[in-house]
């Protein structure tokens, strides 16, 4: 019962089941990391809070060499 109501809803509504790879979410998720990271050298080194002393270092790893399994289940 549940692969027919899966099936159904993804003929009806355009759902993906939870746990399928959908190639067009993860590329969009790779193209959002790539541009976060091209606004990186954009920060301004002197930042009304406290921070780090090299937070843009931080900041590239997350955005560029963050593992898959860490992404939002939505997005693998």
């Known amino acids: 019962v549940h692969a027919s109501d899966m099936e159904r809803l993804t003929a009806t509504y355009n759902v993906h089941p939870a746990g399928t790879r959908d190639g067009q979410r993860t590329r969009f998720y790779l193209t959002q990391r790539i ?3 091209a606004l990186i050298p954009k920060i301004p080194r002197e930042l009304a809070f406290g ?3 090299d937070p843009r270092r931080g900041l590239w790893r997350r955005q560029i060499f963050s593992r898959r399994s860490a992404w939002p289940e939505e997005y693998r």
């Open 51 to 53: 921070a780090p002393a």
């Open 35 to 37: 541009a976060g990271a």
